[in-house]
């Protein structure tokens, strides 16, 4: 007889439930994307690699693995069991945690700095249901030119396929090693396409002859985005727009300074558009609500008197 067979259907049942309260709690907040384990192949048809590499033996961080190659509907993001399918086997490699039998590594994907099992999805997940930080994998690397970290959701994947394909376009990763240009919402990254088209267009006729796109690319980069990042960073403006980037702030400012430029012509310039912003969209809802009526009442005053 196992004696270890109550203990080990215990350990999963209160794994599972745990999985099935994370999925409840996620649901009401309106969080799912953010307790769903990543498809590896979800994440490959996104960044289109196409490089990998065999690095060995190595002592890897259980929190840091955010996904599975064919497991990914069976466990959630923190590899707790959602499926009552994967009883037997999960309840297996717990009893050998508790004959003390060492098992054999399992085989992760490392792309950035998170992982994604190959093999031994169960073994993770009783891992890390034991509180266990370090994992022994065999890890095959996918050198991939838009770095991932343990953060990544479901929900990013789209942005950062949109991040992958400009960097393809533009190679700016390569022209300005040091540019980190991420978005938090998907569309950013056509919207910088097509800055950088006018850009070229205009640098053309400002050199009276071709413009390579590379030329372009730099140009824009050195006179245009990060003018507006240095202002960005100047007045901390980040502090005002909580969980956004300098890059969501670029364009809503550049938006906002052809609008200003709509009503006011020329003499409006990035500092002004920046300023303006701040004092229009910053803060709380209800508090750019109050402050665009109060502007209202005193525009209606103005033309009273």
Known sequence: MNIYAPQTAADFEHAHNRAFFRKVIALLLGQKEQVKLLSFDDVKRKIKWSDESYIGLRSVPVNAIVGSVGRYKDFDREFLPVQRNTKQR??????????????????????????????????????????????????IECHAKVPLSPDISAEDLEAIGEYADFLAWSKLDQLRPDQ????????????????????????????????????????????????????????????????????????WIMDHLYFLKQRYGDRVDAGMAAADFVEQFAGPPLLRTLRRRLASLATMKDKET
């Open 180 to 251: 980190n240009i991420r978005f938090t919402i998907p569309g950013g990254y056509t919207r910088l396409r097509e800055h950088i088209s006018v850009h070229r267009y205009f640098l053309g006729i400002e050199r009276k002859g071709p413009v390579s796109r590379e030329e372009a690319v730099t140009s824009w980069y050195d006179n245009v985005y990060m003018p507006m990042v240095h202002l960005i960073r100047e007045h901390k403006m980040l502090d005002k727009f909580p969980k956004r980037t300098e890059a969501d702030l670029y364009l």
């Open 90 to 139: 999960w309840r297996s490699i717990d009893e050998a945690y508790y004959l003390d039998v060492t098992l054999p590594p399992v085989q992760l994907y490392k792309v950035g700095d998170v992982y994604f099992v190959k093999d031994g999805n169960h073994r993770v997940s009783v891992a890390r249901e034991r509180g266990v930080e370090f994992i022994d994998a065999e890890v």
